[in-house]
């Protein structure tokens, strides 16, 4: 793409993450999800990843998804509806040690019972602590999402909490492993939900999705 191209591609992805954004639904039962209507985005990742806080950051809020400083919280599939043209879906985080193994058994079937059955999907947000890179069961995750054949980016949370050579090490690494995954896309976006880091790229990429109607 042309400097001209990108800047083009840049101003419109800001303008459609400052534009008008809402919470249309939120639903613990896979038999309640709304209907398709718009492109989704489903962000994902361990609990306390930084999912909400990268969400709020993308769409210029501080409360659009609640942000709870206890792992586990978040319960339920919430629905935000984009400038009329893209849906950014809020999935429960996996992986929360102190759930009971019954409770963390169904907040998986739920994600993944909507990832499989999501035909207006365009692709998930994998989301990483930075600090922590890939750990063993976010490896498990695109193990799946390999098998379902379900589009994914990486994204690396909270970058501004390492110094740049960290930040390069992890980042070349996951970037490795983004690679070797049949349906992970090939960039992977560092991004700090305070600093603002990284968020452009993130939004260019989501906003050319919002193009891809179902």
Same mark, same amino acid.
Request: glycine letters at 8%; hydrophobic letters at 45%; proline letters at 4%.
């Given at each position: 793409?042309?400097? =001209?191209?990108?800047?083009?591609?840049?101003?419109?992805?800001?303008?459609?993450?400052? =534009?008008?954004?809402?919470?249309?639904?939120?639903?613990?039962?896979?038999?309640?999800?709304?209907?398709?209507?718009?492109?989704?985005?489903?962000?994902?990742? &361990?609990?306390?990843? =930084?999912?909400?806080?990268?969400?709020?950051?993308?769409?210029?809020?501080?409360?659009?998804?609640?942000?709870?400083?206890?792992?586990?919280?978040? &319960?339920?599939?919430?629905?935000?509806?984009?400038?009329?043209?893209?849906?950014?879906?809020?999935?429960?985080?996996?992986?929360?040690?102190?759930?009971?193994?019954?409770?963390?058994?169904?907040?998986?079937?739920?994600?993944?019972?909507?990832?499989?059955?999501?035909?207006?999907?365009? &692709?998930?947000?994998?989301?990483?602590?930075?600090?922590? =890179?890939?750990?063993?069961?976010?490896?498990?995750?695109?193990?799946?999402?390999?098998?379902?054949?379900?589009?994914?980016?990486?994204?690396?949370?909270?970058?501004?909490?390492?110094?740049?050579?960290?930040?390069?090490?992890?980042?070349?690494?996951?970037?490795?492993?983004?690679?070797?995954?049949?349906?992970?896309?090939?960039?992977?976006?560092?991004?700090?939900?305070?600093?603002?880091?990284?968020?452009?790229?993130?939004?260019?990429?989501?906003?050319?999705?919002?193009?891809?109607?179902?």
């Amino acid at each position: 793409m042309s400097d =001209g191209g990108e800047a083009e591609a840049l101003a419109a992805a800001r303008k459609l993450f400052a =534009g008008a954004c809402d919470c249309v639904w939120g639903t613990g039962a896979i038999e309640s999800l709304p209907q398709q209507t718009l492109p989704e985005v489903a962000f994902v990742g &361990r609990s306390n990843a =930084g999912k909400s806080s990268l969400i709020n950051a993308l769409t210029h809020r501080k409360t659009l998804a609640r942000v709870s400083h206890t792992p586990g919280r978040t &319960r339920e599939i919430n629905f935000f509806k984009l400038g009329e043209r893209l849906m950014l879906v809020d999935l429960p985080g996996y992986g929360y040690a102190k759930a009971s193994k019954t409770l963390a058994a169904e907040w998986q079937r739920l994600i993944f019972a909507y990832l499989r059955g999501r035909a207006n999907l365009r &692709r998930v947000v994998l989301l990483m602590d930075g600090r922590r =890179g890939a750990m063993e069961l976010d490896r498990a995750v695109m193990d799946l999402l390999d098998a379902s054949a379900v589009s994914y980016c990486l994204a690396l949370t909270k970058i501004d909490k390492l110094l740049p050579p960290e930040r390069a090490g992890v980042l070349a690494d996951i970037e490795a492993q983004a690679h070797l995954r049949i349906a992970a896309y090939p960039e992977v976006f560092a991004t700090s939900a305070l600093k603002g880091e990284g968020l452009d790229a993130l939004k260019v990429h989501l906003a050319a999705l919002a193009a891809s109607r179902p």
